[in-house]
């Protein structure tokens, strides 16, 4: 499941993969909250004819959606396919995921009409399924890329959806362990706005190895076990919505326990609308791409990362005019042809804040060693570090510099 409906298209990231905008007929009307009887007709030319709505907390479809096999007329082709071991592990792995609020899809038969429903599956509750149309219940006979979006528009309507107060609000009840499992209202559901958080805003990390069941995100989930969140699985990574109040009281708790276990997590400003969730989630994943250049473990707060940001938009062109005509090329050639180590003082330098004994450490060097470095830029090169407008240049250009690099790299 995606939430490429919260992406911005202009922060496109070339840290990673680069994705195609989802396209599906039901986006535009889910963004804009259009009304039911409109959504309805939408499904209907999607799906064909009839489009059912169904309340999957009735007995037959929970039952349904872990393929009994005494009940699954298909169970043969099931069998060819998969494991009966392979099955379960898939199957613990999903509804495990489930339940830690990252929305799960689902397509599985519909016993007594000999049709497939496709849903999700949501804190090991199903939260909303589609009827699709009279084509059997073989998977093969689906089109699974439609399933899909089509399911994941309905489970992050129902993460995301809007309703008139905080008891009825779905995200609220989803947050807190009180989801109702019964057939949502999908006039509210379709509304993608969140007024009743003011002060929300969005995780985002990829856990490593993901995604093998080996990877970091059970590390993930322990760490924000303490906070109100709900998680979906987005691309190549995870993006988790959090209450940044809650966020703000845990973060040094949540920066060192992420930096022993040596993990990223970008974060984006609050807001409580959709733009301020899309925008949110763009700026989570700045943080992200920035601190992991950076080498930096934590929670990387989009506010600490907004030079690199501004940086980032400079044309490449002209970020490598800037770079051959400034103090960086100076020192650079000094280095080269004196075997000096001034750039890296200068980086230990910046990194540490202008402690002199901090960037030795850093150095490994004595700090008698970094006293003469700091004169020896002074002097031969007019590269002033006791100047606060040399240190602001500095730091811009080595961030371009560090950006051009990945950039040639990737």
């Known amino acids: 499941m995606c939430l490429d409906f919260i992406q911005n298209q202009r922060y496109e990231l070339d840290f990673y993969p680069r994705r195609k905008r989802m396209e599906h007929p039901l986006l535009d009307l889910l963004l804009n909250g259009a009304a039911f009887s409109e959504i309805i007709d939408k499904a209907e030319q999607v799906l064909g004819n009839p489009v059912a709505f169904i309340d999957t907390a009735q007995n037959e479809t929970t039952l349904s959606a872990h393929y009994p096999r005494e009940d699954m007329e298909d169970k043969a082709y099931r069998r060819q396919q998969i494991s009966d071991e392979e099955y379960q592990k898939n199957t613990d792995y999903v509804t495990s995921l489930s339940r830690t609020g990252i929305p799960q899809v689902l397509v599985w038969p519909h016993i007594r009409r000999k049709r497939l429903i496709c849903g999700c599956l949501v804190q090991g509750r199903h939260v909303g399924g589609i009827r699709l149309p009279d084509i ?57 706005s969140i007024p009743t958080w003011d002060s929300l805003c969005v995780l985002w990390f990829i856990p490593e190895y993901y995604p093998d069941y080996t990877s970091n995100l059970p590390l993930y989930q322990q760490a924000f076990a303490k906070l109100s969140t709900c998680m979906t699985n987005c691309g190549s990574g995870f993006a988790l919505l959090a209450d940044a109040d809650a966020l703000h009281q845990a973060q040094s708790e949540l920066t060192h326990w992420f930096q022993e276990h040596r993990l990223t997590a970008g974060v984006g400003s609050s807001g409580n609308t959709l733009a301020a969730l899309r925008r949110s989630y763009d700026q989570a994943r700045h943080s992200l791409k920035f601190a992991i250049q950076a080498g930096n473990y934590g929670l990387a707060q989009f506010s600490d990362y907004q030079l690199n940001y501004l940086m980032s938009l400079i044309p490449a062109d002209q970020a490598a005019a800037l770079l051959n005509a400034g103090p ?33 450490d850093l150095l490994c060097v004595h700090k008698n060693t970094v006293f003469y470095r700091i004169g020896k830029l002074r002097e031969e090169l007019g590269v002033d570090l006791a100047k606060a407008d040399t240190l602001s240049l500095l730091n811009c250009l080595l961030i371009l510099k560090d950006q051009q690099e990945i950039a040639d790299r990737y």
């Open 136 to 192: 059997g219940n073989r998977l093969e006979d689906l089109d699974m890329d439609l399933v899909q979006k089509t399911a994941a528009m309905i489970g992050m309507a129902y993460v995301l959806h809007t309703s008139r107060s905080e008891d009825e609000n779905c995200l609220w009840n989803l947050l807190n362990d009180r989801l109702d499992a019964s057939l949502v209202d999908l006039h509210t559901l379709f509304a993608a």
């Open 328 to 360: 960086l090329s100076m020192i650079e050639t000094c280095d080269q042809q004196n075997g000096t180590e001034l750039l890296k003082t200068v980086r230990a330098y910046l990194r540490c804040g202008g402690n002199m004994k901090a960037a030795a």
